[in-house]
């Protein structure tokens, strides 16, 4: 009970300023490593070089890698013992006041009658927070991943078969589908992007997977050697495009895909893409007794 009853209101608010503020190292590695591979004095290489100079100013400075502070999507795993209801207030405590100290641009919007609600809390739905029981030695983990508007504007559903993009219900028509959906994406995600890939599903579970599992570092592959091969593939290929950074042409479309399989019904096939743009912010908390780390 003791525990449940735990504010962790201020954690959180550090928790939204450093995803808000700082990308984490494993997103800029890849992004270094990008620009090597573009030409000097390539609109690319410029584009990726403006993006790490704004990386670094947001971090010394502490304000907001993009002005779009995103959509806040929470993963929280909680330990038996914890209320959800508690910590559902203290994130949408911590959320309204880090809106007020500028880490996030107040980004609710009513959609029925256009009213911005200045706190970034809209009804149940905003910010998102999904919870997760966890066995009661664990620690408690807040995820957290803002998802920027341009590039969800991008992501795309497709049921197969599709006979227009030739594309069957097997790994072969999955490929189609994601490569048109980097296609039609051009640079108006804000590339270079990472891919969110779900195979399966119903329409929501589908979308639903797709995002959860960019809350993975990159590099990290599916443990099923076909899909791993396939993420590789389709980064590799989607880099082949010549899209480029924020679609000025060049070599670095996608820095990673992954790919999750779900279960379908035998009367569907869904493939989801979800495009996560270069400011691709995600950061975690771990609660141990007294103790909290971000990683
Ligand atoms: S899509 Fe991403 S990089 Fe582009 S404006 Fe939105 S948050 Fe910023």
Redesign the pocket.
């Known amino acids: 009970m003791e525990r449940a009853m735990r504010d962790l209101t201020n954690e959180i608010i550090e928790l939204i300023r450093r995803t808000s503020t700082r990308l984490p190292a494993d997103v800029e590695e890849r992004l270094r490593a990008a620009i090597e591979k573009e030409a000097p004095g390539s609109a690319a290489r410029n584009a990726l070089e403006t993006i790490l100079k704004n990386i670094e100013l947001s971090r010394q400075k502490s304000t907001p890698?993009?002005?779009?502070?995103?959509t806040p999507i929470f993963y929280v795993h909680y330990p038996e013992g914890w209320s959800t209801r508690a910590l559902r207030e203290q994130i949408r405590n911590a959320m309204a006041e880090a809106t007020k100290r500028s880490y996030m641009r107040p980004n609710a919007v009513d959609a029925i009658y256009d009213r911005n609600t200045g706190n970034n809390l809209g009804g149940d739905d905003f910010p998102y927070i999904h919870f997760e029981e966890v066995d009661a030695d664990q620690p408690l983990v807040i995820e957290l991943m803002?998802?920027?508007?341009?590039?969800?504007n991008v992501g795309r559903q497709y049921s197969l078969p599709d006979n227009e993009l030739g594309a069957d219900r097997d790994l072969a028509g999955v490929r189609k589908v994601v490569l048109d959906a980097v296609q039609k994406a051009q640079g108006q995600?804000?590339a270079p992007g990472i891919l969110g890939v779900a195979i399966g599903g119903d329409r929501s579970s589908s979308y639903l997977k797709s995002k959860e599992v960019l809350f993975e570092k990159i590099g990290v592959r599916n443990p099923d050697p076909e899909l791993a091969k396939l993420e590789e593939r389709l980064t590799e290929e989607a880099n082949q495009l010549g899209i480029g950074p924020m679609g000025f042409g060049g070599q670095t479309t996608v820095l990673d895909t992954k790919i999750v399989g779900l279960s379908r019904l035998p009367a569907s096939y869904f493939v989801t893409v979800s495009y996560m743009?270069?400011?691709y912010r995600r950061r975690k908390m771990i609660v141990r007794g007294d103790q909290v780390e971000y990683e």
């Not at 803002?146 to 969800?152: A, D, Q, S, T």
Request: charged share 15%; aromatic share 6%; net charge negative.
């Open positions: 890698i993009c002005q779009d502070t995103g803002l998802k920027g508007g341009g590039c969800e995600g804000c743009c270069w400011a």
